[in-house]
């Protein structure tokens, strides 16, 4: 109690009270205790705890699939750099932000990392010591009987004629057989049950962990790459026959699992009629591969969603298109350029395709051609040359041509599906442009004695989306066992239950049977009748010796 003494009086005769603690700094506002400052260590423990609960590993598990959304809207530069140019050119002010806050390279950001690598540590801080708590918890026996059976959530009593003893057997029997952890005690029995549920949960923080470093393992040591290959032409899964390649940050390019293929044939089925006419029914690819080098070759067909399988490396199949077979002829009449010329698509449905044709041998100066390949050619009013179904029923190569310098000796990188004309003169007969449509097996005269170029006809390529994941099996096995700790967790019930047997003044043996639900799960009152009725069946004259045998 706080005295005042007449010296601590005001004017006017009021009380002055101060706080009998004084404090070490400061001013302190009348009426509040001072709360001490937080410590280093202190303050580092608070955000320990903060870390590691379980609400924010909510919210952190919440940001990441946030952040995980640019990723699927914008293009990605590892993915898809041509995708990123094209965005960068229709979106020249917004593009710089992006890059920026690093929105063409999500998984690769420092902030993608950073709430990456929270999310882990939070879920481990987490985990590890909820596995002691666990550990401990199987360990322990049931907690001892509580003084006051009837103040439980579910209750029951009853009267008997046996013993308290041959009463707590016939309750551990019983509990036993339900699957219950019981510990016979004199005049009664305690028992638990339900540690499924808590190793579900445990199980499921584990397996998202596990999810956790499955991914991180695809994206550090898988790769994604892509190869345009040609009928008749092979692949070898090098770093340099890749047309694009994304090697995992901690993956070496020289060290990808070696396999080659040759691609055989391609095959595409499109319906001939009716609404859907044009659209693809099948796709498949004949190759033959190697798994290693000098090995035997396998012969085996690549299909939608049946991808092949060499070394653990998966081979997709993906867009395919025409490559049409040019022949072209200098002055002198020497061949200066035969090859199969992939056009690309610009018309999925029907595969009208796009492409040029580089001739940098001829002489007295290069040439270059474009323009487009019809599968089934006809003839617009509106729109001229066009091609009405994706199967090659009346193949067309419409061309232009141009001479001059291509720009290949420059030593700047070029698009072998782009034609650069700054320094190109294009042909021309007369004052009209030089234009010429030819059918396979067909012949055109170029402009100014320059040579012939001929259309041998055409084959079939298709892109292979090549991709390794090592983390894909630990994924899915972190899936499952998410799903089974999931399952463990919803669907197990945690009972503590307690039997007490007492004599009374009549000479009979009081019962009472008292039950705690672990979970929020109704039906607990329902559960205590059924025991409640199971025992008092198994303390039957009839049962009891088969009891006290078990």
Request: charge should be neutral; proline fraction near 8%.
């Amino acid at each position: 109690m706080t005295t005042i003494s007449p010296d601590q009086r005001t004017e006017d005769g009021a009380a002055e009270v101060t706080d009998p603690i004084e404090p070490a700094s400061g001013p302190v506002a009348p009426g509040r205790p001072r709360v001490p400052e937080l410590g280093g260590w202190e303050l580092a423990g608070w955000i320990w705890r903060q870390l590691t609960s379980m609400r924010v590993a909510l919210i952190l598990l919440f940001l990441l699939a946030l952040a995980a959304v640019p990723g699927s809207v914008i293009p990605q530069q590892r993915q898809n750099p041509a995708a990123v140019r094209e965005f960068a050119d229709a979106h020249p002010d917004l593009t710089p932000w992006l890059h920026r806050f690093g929105l063409f390279d999500v998984f690769g950001s420092v902030w993608f990392a950073a709430t990456y690598l929270l999310l882990f540590i939070s879920l481990v801080g987490c985990i590890v010591p909820r596995s002691w708590h666990y550990l401990a918890a199987v360990r322990a026996k049931p907690p001892a009987t509580p003084r006051n059976l009837s103040r439980l959530p579910g209750y029951a009593r009853w009267t008997s004629d046996r013993d308290p003893q041959n009463v707590a057997i016939a309750a551990a029997t019983e509990l036993r057989r339900q699957r219950f952890r019981v510990v016979v005690e004199p005049g009664g029995a305690r028992a638990e049950k339900g540690y499924l549920r808590e190793t579900g949960n445990l199980l499921f923080h584990l397996a998202v962990v596990g999810l956790l470093v499955a991914f991180a393992a695809g994206k550090l040591y898988g790769f994604r790459g892509s190869a345009l290959v040609v009928e008749g032409d092979g692949f070898t899964n090098t770093a340099t026959q890749y047309d694009t390649l994304t090697p995992g940050r901690l993956l070496d390019p020289e060290q990808i699992a070696p396999f080659s293929l040759t691609l055989s044939d391609f095959q595409a089925r499109y319906i001939e009629s009716g609404p859907q006419r044009g659209q693809p029914t099948d796709f498949a690819a004949l190759v033959d591969y190697r798994s290693v080098p000098g090995g035997a070759s396998t012969s085996t067909r690549i299909r939608v969603n049946h991808p092949l399988i060499a070394n653990g490396v998966k081979v997709f199949l993906g867009a395919h298109g025409y490559a049409p077979v040019v022949t072209v002829t200098g002055a002198d009449g020497q061949v200066v350029f035969r090859a199969a010329v992939p056009f690309i698509r610009q018309e999925p449905n029907s595969l009208a395709s796009g492409g040029v044709i580089k001739v940098p041998d001829a002489l007295p100066d290069q040439l270059g051609f474009d323009g487009f390949f019809l599968p089934t050619a006809a003839f617009d009013q509106r729109l001229g040359p066009v091609s009405t179904f994706p199967a090659a029923l009346n193949p067309r190569l419409v061309l232009t041509g141009w001479r001059g310098d291509l720009g290949l000796d420059a030593g700047i990188p070029q698009s072998v599906y782009r034609l650069d004309t700054r320094k190109l003169t294009q042909l021309r007969t007369g004052a009209e442009p030089w234009r010429v449509a030819l059918a396979p097996g067909e012949r055109a005269e170029l402009p100014d004695g320059l040579g012939t170029i001929s259309f041998d006809g055409y084959r079939e390529w298709v892109n292979l989306e090549v991709a390794r994941d090592p983390g894909r099996v630990p994924a899915l096995v972190a899936a499952v066992l998410a799903l089974l700790g999931l399952l463990l967790s919803l669907g197990i019930k945690r009972r503590r239950v307690w039997v007490r047997a007492t004599g009374d003044d009549a000479g009979r043996t009081v019962v009472e049977l008292g039950a705690l639900a672990r979970t929020d799960v109704p039906g607990l009152d329902a559960e205590v009748d059924r025991m409640a009725a199971r025992l008092r069946e198994r303390l039957a004259p009839a049962n009891l010796a088969e009891t006290e045998k078990d």
